[in-house]
């Protein structure tokens, strides 16, 4: 298996949709970007033997927090990768605090209320998912 294929195999396990959208809103000014994305970050990077998926969302979460607030979106979309690769709210938490160090405080708290915001969201769905599979549990 190919990087690229390697990498899209993970994009529809963790962030399906991703190389659509990345493609719809990109792809008229930069041809082959959102395939370029999936290839290498997904395809050469997390897809790569020697750390496991957990522990490189947990290094990628680190970054994008010290890294500060214009990395919000790019954090929101790997903290919910990193609760499908089986990363704890806490182990989330934990990590963006420890950044408090590296990138300041206003960086770790700003990336704690972007954790608050993803693992609220992803609340909403498993309860719109469960009252699905459950009509009588509705009202």
Do not use: C
Not at 46 to 63: E, H, N
Not at 65 to 83: F, M, S
């Amino acid at each position: 298996m190919d990087a690229l294929d390697a990498g899209r195999r993970l994009v529809d396990d963790l962030n399906p949709g991703m190389e659509e959208a990345l493609e719809a809103r990109y792809g008229h000014l930069l041809p082959g970007m959102a395939e370029a994305v999936v290839d290498f970050a997904y395809g050469r990077q997390y897809a790569r033997p020697g750390l496991d998926l957990k522990s490189r969302y947990i290094a990628t979460i680190a970054a994008l927090t010290a890294l500060g607030g214009q990395t919000r979106p790019q954090l929101k979309v790997n903290i919910t990768g990193a609760l499908k690769a089986g990363v704890s709210e806490t182990e989330i938490a934990e990590t963006i605090w420890q950044m408090a160090l590296y990138g300041g405080f206003p960086s770790a708290i700003n990336g704690l209320n972007a954790a608050l915001e993803v693992f609220a969201e992803e609340q909403q769905k498993q309860d719109r998912s469960n009252s699905s599979m459950n009509p009588s549990a509705v009202g």
